[in-house]
């Protein structure tokens, strides 16, 4: 811990590259004190009149911004916000449980007592609470937002609401005041700064925006996500007139920018200090300056980082629009997490603080790497070279980008596959895109692998071993769900989630996107040619996620390694479709990456959502969907000879003999199997140790006792496991849809068998 006030960290609590849970005295939050919640109430104190006047466009870059939070905001001002001690608690639970997943905020240097936490917006006598740039105080908003998500980690649902509303209100009395005192200096000129963007755009608004665009996706209720959706376009626009896309020098930022959050116990002394006590408080020492140098330098970095992590989130979950495009970014990757979480300028310097600038990988050069990997496979593979050679070449092409730069680049990865469908122009998506997209991307994701290997703290374990936090397992199931959607476009189906229709999703589900079974020729302006080089040279698919280099983990290979891809692909049974073959090749994927999750205990039935992030419930919510989606399509073709598959008894080494299924199916069955038996266990153990109304419910969701195949199995257990995820509210509604869902799949499969084809 940092001595003599050089670090506070006033929650003394356990960073990002700590897996140590513990609970924290009132103490350790210290910094929110009565005084800042006064300081918060006086703030949201709407002035007479203000929701009653035209308001012209804002100016300093930050558009629309003011009249999107104007129009959705409601919180009621009358309402009192939670006492000082729960606001404690709640942002105890942010930096707990949240940052670890999202590292933006600098906890080291976060102080409730700086002059933007503890500033009204206006003064007593009703003016504007002018600084040298513009608007002082709002950064309360800031500690609402935290606030509110941290309330959703303690279970104080109505409070997080209240503080959510609570944020909204007050993001909007900032941009108005700032609006106002924009147009003040633009007639009076008085202040040059104004006119510049970053001066006029402080850091904490738009990490406070984040996460109230954040919450509002999260929170399960369609209205607020509707105008979180708007939000999020508004907050990219923030982002891009902060100039957090591209690189700014500290000595280039506003002395505004340099100072925020550094609290009263940095800068406040009396009135007339003694000059060496002044010296120290306000000039100071080198080391000191450096660090907090680079850390503003890094925090606008890992802002516009979590900003993009949001948008790619956004993309895979609901097929929206990249709002932050992987071309925008001209950054290089965060800095470690152990760096960052340096708690003093000599913790910083030991850890090498001062050369990290030095040492950046840039985003867009990494993503390059990893994009032209398949390039450099057809290379080495058609070009004898010697061990010399062959190392000089790998060791060039090595990646090793920080922990939450994996992260990044993985979501990166999917813009790439989510722009890459687009190009399909309308047309049918023929079976030699599909093959040749899978053939330039796969090839990226497993270099995308090695870089993940390469860093000896990475581990998929929760907690994780070795003490570097849970953010290098957070990156793992955004690795399966790219594999599964190299060979299933769930694009509309996320469209119908987003609207909330599930018979839409089951419907788009059981159609998939048609593909061409001929090959024809495709006019080269359409396909990417950065993908046709590669549509031939198919030969290498990934065991599982064992690969990732985790030592002692028995997992099973999948069994098409055992058969060269392009082998199987000639393989073709009698009534078996492309799309039924594109289908498995996705549900072996989402097999392993769920039976993964099952054998290292990261899953909903052991941990409570406070331990997994969102991405895991999305990417258990998807690789269930595609598991019976393939299993019901199997269905719908042997029903009429085999009966209903998960009721009847079936002989699968006949079924197999007769060419009804291949081997590959028999064994991607028995894996179904081995997770419905497990997640029976699971959930029998949860009976045999809960007194609760809700036993009979688990009771009566237990795969055994399910009735309509294999399929509706699937999707109901997973609805289980998913109703348990009690942190973010849209589990629930991904529970309430595979409900909906595996009715459609037992009426379809219990149609099949009793068919007489």
Known sequence: MATNGDSPNPFNLPFANSALRTHHSSSSTDTFTDSTRQALLASMAQPTGFNHRKYSQPASGMLHCRDLFLRSSSFNSSSPLPSTSDMQRYISAYITYFHPHMPFLHIPTLDFQA???????????????????????GGGCLILSMAAIGALYEYDTAASKDLFEAAKKMIQLYLEERRKADMSAA??????????????????????????????????????????????????????????????DARDLPQDYLKAG?????????????????????GPPRERKDWLDWKIVEERKRTLYAIFTLSCFLVSAYNHAPALTNSEIRLDLPCEEDLWAAESPQAWRKKGGPLASQKGLSFPSALTTLLTASQREQSQSQTPTSNNTTSEDSSNNDLKPSTFGCLVLIYALHNYIWETRQRHMGRQWTARETDAMQAHIEPALRAWQAAWASNPVHSLERPNPFGAGPLSADSIPLLDLAYVRLFVNLGRCKEAFWQRDWNAMSDELARGTDIVNHVEEIPPDVLDPSITE????????????????????????????????????????????????????????????ISMSDRLGNTFAEFTCRDLPIQCAMCTFDCAQVLAEWITTVQERVGPYLGLLGRDEVDLVQASRVMLLEEEDCKLLEKIKEILASVETKMQAEVQTSATV?????????????????????????????????????TKLMARSLEAQAMRLKERAENSAMRTD
């Open 115 to 137: 002059p933007e936490y503890t500033n009204n917006l206006r003064t007593p006598s009703g003016h504007l609470n002018l600084s040298s740039t513009g608007v002082a105080g």
């Open 187 to 248: 007639f009076s000129r008085a202040n040059s700064a104004r006119d510049n963007s970053v001066h006029n755009t402080p850091l904490w608004l738009v990490q406070a925006m984040l996460l109230n665009v954040i919450y509002g996706h999260t929170c399960g209720d369609k209205t607020s996500a509707d105008i979180a959706s708007t939000h999020c376009a508004a907050l990219v626009s923030l982002a891009r007139a902060a100039e957090l896309t591209h690189h700014l």
């Open 262 to 282: 550094l609290g009263s116990r940095d800068s406040s002394q009396d009135a007339s200090p003694d000059p060496e006590t002044w010296a120290s408080s306000m």
């Open 534 to 593: 590669s549509v031939f040279h198919m030969d290498n698919r990934r065991d599982s996620v064992a690969d990732l280099g985790v030592a002692d983990l028995a997992i099973s290979k999948t069994p098409t390694q055992e058969h060269p891809m392009q082998t199987l692909m000639g393989v073709h049974r009698p009534g078996q479709s492309k799309r039924e073959r594109h289908l498995r090749k996705a549900a072996f994927y989402a097999a392993d990456s």
């Open 694 to 730: 809700s036993t009979l419910s688990v009771l009566q969701r237990l795969p055994s006792v399910v009735e309509g195949g294999y399929g509706c199995k699937i999707l109901i257990a997973t609805a289980s496991l998913l109703d348990r995820a009690a942190v973010w509210p849209v």
